[in-house]
């Protein structure tokens, strides 16, 4: 036994002066889904990010535009940019000239580095409230977060933030794709934007719509009515395909069953507060109301989302 300590001495040692270098690339290969002629999503794992999917955990999209490619939600790190590189250049030798991010939640959009290394011309679009947040620190903790939530798996990554803002209902046109941005103040966050690319009749949701998940709806920022309305404008737009931020994606029934389990939610939460439990006393009860959607990933993790629409409702009553 004695003899062997040398060794793990060195291997501690060695892992020791790893720790400040970057982590290994993504191992597991990712389905890439042809939704269109030309978008394609890499539909990441439907768990949080954690060691095993080395972060990966959300759906990173890209457009084919005339002669350059434009990308949304490059990931959780700067290994998941570069995969989401390779698989971009598995289908076309077209230069990336934009990519927009859906929010600040930090597995969306840490992949920004990737982008920015390989393209430094590609401009970051993404709502304004997104960069304050980012100049007030918020990407250094999601950094630590998603570094400590993987053991070390994201090493490497930096926050690149977004370059330029965009707002609601504006309309931007790339190399000949036309682009439609939705915002509705407070939804998941207070920085969502929804994406439809016109043409190809699809609408990128960001976290106001997963798929078969729980989506933590944070009430400083977020808010479960605003995100109900946010929902809607998706609805309005004139897109055919949805895809989600998390989980697969589909047609208009994705976000119609998002919008349900909100609904549901609120009205459960509503019921109990107005015969004056308390979101602690509640949290059973309201997991039995919305027993339909028990197999989603994170429902035992219900009760942050159900104290999240108690403050917003114990708020609206005031
Ligand atoms: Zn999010």
């Known amino acids: 036994m004695h003899a062997r300590f040398p060794a793990l001495a060195a291997s501690v040692l060695l892992l020791l002066s790893c720790s400040s270098a970057k982590a290994p ?65 598995a289908v076309t030798k077209d ?32 709502h304004p409230k997104m960069m304050e947040a980012i100049k007030a620190g918020e990407g250094d903790n999601w950094i630590k977060m998603m570094n400590a939530a993987t053991q070390g798996a994201s090493r490497g990554t930096k926050a690149v933030a977004p370059d330029m803002g965009l707002d609601h209902d504006e309309a931007l046109k790339l190399y000949g794709t036309s682009f439609h941005i939705y915002h509705n103040d407070r939804a998941h966050t207070d920085n969502d934007i929804m994406i439809e690319v016109v043409e190809e009749g699809v609408i990128f949701l960001g976290d106001n719509v997963v798929n078969k998940r729980i989506a933590a709806n944070f009430p400083e920022h977020g808010n479960i009515q605003g995100q109900i309305a946010a929902i809607d404008l998706a609805l309005k737009a004139k897109a055919m395909h949805f895809i989600p931020g998390h989980g697969t994606s589909g047609g208009r029934e994705i976000a119609l069953t998002q919008q349900m389990f909100l609904k549901s939610l609120r009205a459960s939460v509503k019921k109990y507060y107005d015969q004056g439990l308390s979101d602690f006393e509640m949290k059973d009860k309201v997991m039995r109301d919305l027993g339909t959607y028990k197999d989603y990933y994170d429902f035992n993790n219900l009760g942050r989302v159900i104290n999240a629409a108690y403050l917003q409702i114990e708020t609206e009553s005031f």
Not at 33 to 46: A, E, L, Q, S, W
Not at 52 to 68: E, K, R, W
Not at 103 to 116: R, V
């Open 25 to 89: 690339p993504i191992e597991r290969d990712y389905a890439l889904t042809r939704i269109t002629d030309h978008v394609y999503v890499i539909h990441g794992p439907n768990e949080n990010p954690n060691p095993t999917n080395q972060a990966f955990s959300n759906n990173p999209g890209f457009v084919l535009v005339h002669g350059g490619v434009v990308v949304i939600d490059p990931g959780s790190s700067v290994q998941v940019g570069e995969m989401v590189l390779r698989k971009i250049a």
């Open 95 to 126: 230069p990336i000239i934009a990519v927009f991010n859906t929010h600040i939640h930090g597995d969306h959009w840490l992949g920004n580095q990737a982008i920015k290394a390989a393209y430094p011309k590609a401009v970051i679009y993404a």
